[in-house]
């Protein structure tokens, strides 16, 4: 499967995770798009086929915009979204919008994990 320019958005504003998983994605070939706000992850939903986000990035966010959009999509056409948790905490239940788009991977992540989750999503989404 050939990732085109912003196939993954990547929403991690803390630490250094957004750089680790665009460059895990990159050495497998897949094209991401690193945003600093929900908002901007908002408005490029529509032309990007997944989203990797850390918990806390949603969790210190307004996610109206984001369950809005997540709500108008048909229920064959799920957006897979790619959240990283900390290890050994619960899920965060203002989150339990996202149930039916959710892979969950636990920080710290295996980068084989983190690609085979994303490619996983890529397929589920199809190409366009």
């Not at 929900?38 to 949603?58: G, Y």
């Not at 229920?75 to 039916?100: C, G």
Request: glycine share 4%; net charge negative.
């Amino acid at each position: 499967m050939n990732a085109r320019e912003g196939d993954v958005l990547i929403l991690a504003p803390l630490g250094r995770d957004a750089k680790l998983a665009a460059s895990i994605l990159a050495e497998s070939g897949i094209s991401t798009q690193i945003c600093k706000t929900l908002d901007e992850v908002v408005a490029a939903l529509e032309t990007a086929r997944c989203l990797v986000v850390t918990e806390e990035a949603l969790l210190h966010a307004d996610r109206t915009a984001l369950a809005a959009w997540l709500d108008m999509q048909p229920a064959w056409s799920d957006y897979p979204i790619v959240l990283l948790v900390m290890r050994e905490t619960e899920f965060d239940k203002r989150l339990n919008f996202l149930d039916r788009h959710l892979i969950v991977l636990e920080r710290p992540f295996l980068a084989s994990s983190l690609v085979n989750s994303v490619r996983s999503a890529l397929r589920a989404r199809g190409s366009r």
